[in-house]
């Protein structure tokens, strides 16, 4: 059941009234227990089955439930068998499973002019680079690729050459975005346009901008916060999202088009606020409406009274999940003096949306004090130190969750492991012969045969 309202913030999805049935629910199940079966497959345990357990003796139970949906939702098996030229297997081969990228999208908004080396290249511009490269898979750019900006020429230069730069270095690209539908946030002078020329321009903008990226966007961001931005839809009418959306698939046929809006899980621990409603129901009408709308950004930008705890913002997210609808975090920052205070914090958000099916994605917004847009980011201060926050990314994203093991083969020829999903150089050694693979690990169980040259 898909809920608009619920009489009791409290409660948990599918006990919420005034519900309107929609398609496939997705959903948490926090009461699976080790060595169980998940949805029915006998053979997709709880992966601390096959020895791989976070020490949770001293977490809150919030935490230790999230850590049981991270190992069921973001984990797997993973057996290699080492066999000679002859398929026969080789026991005691020494096999190294190393991740080299997570599946999951770790990312950042970041400013076009510090990706690529000008005439203005400082040791800032250099250490920013690199610390893009080191921690982060997925970018999106802060405002180079908002149709206000757009519409410049340099504009259009750096935005293009940042995203070819982050492309270049195998880093994902969110769009961000094509349509903010207030003048405020439009081109000057729009707003004097008759109607249907106003229509034309903004679908030829959503097709030049598509098409000027192709092949180097996987998500756009169509709508920007059409709550609090309605300009344009309470001239051309609410009929119109489906339209932009309609649009944009024309030109990005295989690109996610989502709908990006904030306030959502930033509302204090409130589960059903007016704003959080009218997201909930515009993404009905969209779907109801044909509107090829394929996921939801929702935006996170804190300060100390407005923070969410996990248990509110399971609720929130298990609503929006109901849409069967990935979900991206798109701009999350902490506006908050105390560190330690950040640092909780992020550890605590960070779990919690990494725990949920629906999230396949984090992105914050800016990473260094020296670019950011209220000069307090989650990683780095001014002077490049790491902040406790930003150790608390590194030893989640690059620690906890990150895979890197090795074993030997036992009296079958079989390695076996457990780790996260995503990609994996996988070698196997014996005798100074060597056999190496790259793989796509995104699946419960996984095999993977490599075939030793003895002779």
């Given at each position: 059941m898909f809920v608009i309202n619920g009489k009791d913030q409290q409660q948990s999805v599918a006990n919420y009234s005034d519900s309107v049935s929609i398609a496939i629910p997705v959903g948490r199940d926090d009461s699976i227990e080790t060595n169980q079966p998940v949805n029915g497959n006998s053979s997709a345990y709880e992966t601390r089955a096959f020895g791989y357990s976070p020490d949770t003796s001293g977490m809150p139970a919030w935490e230790r439930a999230a850590w049981r949906r991270i190992e069921r939702i973001r984990m797997g098996r993973l057996s290699i068998n080492v066999v000679d030229d002859l398929g026969t297997p080789i026991p005691n081969a020494s096999v190294h499973v190393s991740m080299k990228r997570q599946?999951?999208?770790?990312?950042?908004?970041?400013?076009?002019?510090?990706?690529?080396?000008?005439?203005?290249?400082?040791?800032?511009?250099?250490?920013?680079?690199?610390?893009?490269?080191?921690?982060?898979?997925?970018?999106?750019?802060?405002?180079?690729?908002?149709?206000?900006?757009?519409?410049?020429?340099?504009?259009?230069?750096?935005?293009?050459?940042a995203v070819h730069w982050l492309r270049a270095n195998n880093i994902d690209v969110r769009g961000h975005n094509l349509v903010w539908p207030s003048w405020k946030h439009s081109p000057v002078g729009i707003e004097t346009l008759p109607i249907d020329t106003l229509k034309s321009i903004i679908n030829r903008h959503i097709e030049q901008i598509v098409h000027h990226f192709d092949g180097d966007v996987y998500d756009w961001d169509v709508v920007n916060e059409p709550y609090t931005n309605h300009d344009l839809i309470d001239l051309l009418g609410p009929n119109i999202l489906a339209k932009w959306f309609k649009t944009a698939a024309i030109y990005a046929p295989d690109v996610r088009l989502s709908l990006n809006d904030n306030h959502i899980l930033a509302a204090g621990g409130r589960t059903h606020s007016a704003h959080?409603?009218?997201?909930?129901?515009?993404?009905?009408?969209?779907?109801?409406?044909?509107?090829?709308?394929?996921?939801?950004?929702?935006?996170?930008?804190?300060?100390?009274?407005?923070?969410?705890?996990?248990?509110?913002?399971?609720?929130?997210?298990?609503?929006?999940?109901?849409?069967?609808?990935?979900?991206?975090?798109?701009?999350?920052?902490?506006?908050?003096?105390?560190?330690?205070?950040?640092?909780?914090?992020?550890?605590?958000?960070?779990?919690?949306?990494?725990?949920?099916?629906?999230?396949?994605?984090?992105?914050?917004?800016?990473?260094?004090?020296?670019?950011?847009?209220?000069?307090?980011?989650?990683?780095?201060?001014?002077?490049?130190?790491?902040k406790p926050s930003g150790r608390e990314w590194v030893d989640?994203?690059?620690?906890?969750?990150?895979?890197?093991?090795?074993?030997?083969?036992?009296?079958?020829?079989?390695?076996?492991?457990?780790?996260?999903?995503?990609t994996y150089d996988v070698s196997a050694d014996l005798n100074g012969k060597t056999a190496k693979v790259e793989i796509e690990w995104n699946e419960s169980d996984r095999s993977v045969t490599l075939r030793l040259a003895t002779s």
């Amino acid at each position: 059941m898909f809920v608009i309202n619920g009489k009791d913030q409290q409660q948990s999805v599918a006990n919420y009234s005034d519900s309107v049935s929609i398609a496939i629910p997705v959903g948490r199940d926090d009461s699976i227990e080790t060595n169980q079966p998940v949805n029915g497959n006998s053979s997709a345990y709880e992966t601390r089955a096959f020895g791989y357990s976070p020490d949770t003796s001293g977490m809150p139970a919030w935490e230790r439930a999230a850590w049981r949906r991270i190992e069921r939702i973001r984990m797997g098996r993973l057996s290699i068998n080492v066999v000679d030229d002859l398929g026969t297997p080789i026991p005691n081969a020494s096999v190294h499973v190393s991740m080299k990228r997570q599946r999951f999208h770790f990312g950042t908004a970041v400013n076009a002019r510090f990706l690529f080396a000008d005439t203005l290249e400082s040791p800032d511009k250099v250490q920013y680079r690199n610390a893009v490269l080191k921690y982060f898979n997925t970018a999106t750019l802060e405002g180079a690729m908002k149709w206000k900006s757009w519409r410049h020429p340099q504009a259009r230069r750096r935005a293009t050459l940042a995203v070819h730069w982050l492309r270049a270095n195998n880093i994902d690209v969110r769009g961000h975005n094509l349509v903010w539908p207030s003048w405020k946030h439009s081109p000057v002078g729009i707003e004097t346009l008759p109607i249907d020329t106003l229509k034309s321009i903004i679908n030829r903008h959503i097709e030049q901008i598509v098409h000027h990226f192709d092949g180097d966007v996987y998500d756009w961001d169509v709508v920007n916060e059409p709550y609090t931005n309605h300009d344009l839809i309470d001239l051309l009418g609410p009929n119109i999202l489906a339209k932009w959306f309609k649009t944009a698939a024309i030109y990005a046929p295989d690109v996610r088009l989502s709908l990006n809006d904030n306030h959502i899980l930033a509302a204090g621990g409130r589960t059903h606020s007016a704003h959080q409603n009218a997201l909930l129901r515009t993404i009905i009408d969209l779907q109801s409406a044909g509107a090829p709308i394929s996921g939801i950004g929702i935006q996170s930008h804190f300060r100390p009274d407005t923070v969410c705890p996990p248990e509110s913002l399971l609720v929130i997210l298990d609503r929006y999940g109901q849409s069967g609808l990935p979900i991206t975090i798109t701009e999350y920052d902490y506006n908050v003096d105390d560190e330690t205070e950040a640092a909780r914090y992020m550890h605590q958000f960070l779990t919690t949306v990494f725990s949920h099916p629906s999230v396949d994605g984090f992105l914050m917004w800016g990473f260094w004090d020296g670019r950011h847009w209220r000069n307090n980011a989650p990683l780095f201060r001014r002077d490049w130190s790491l902040k406790p926050s930003g150790r608390e990314w590194v030893d989640l994203v690059f620690g906890k969750w990150w895979t890197d093991n090795s074993g030997m083969t036992d009296t079958e020829g079989t390695y076996t492991t457990t780790g996260f999903f995503g990609t994996y150089d996988v070698s196997a050694d014996l005798n100074g012969k060597t056999a190496k693979v790259e793989i796509e690990w995104n699946e419960s169980d996984r095999s993977v045969t490599l075939r030793l040259a003895t002779s």
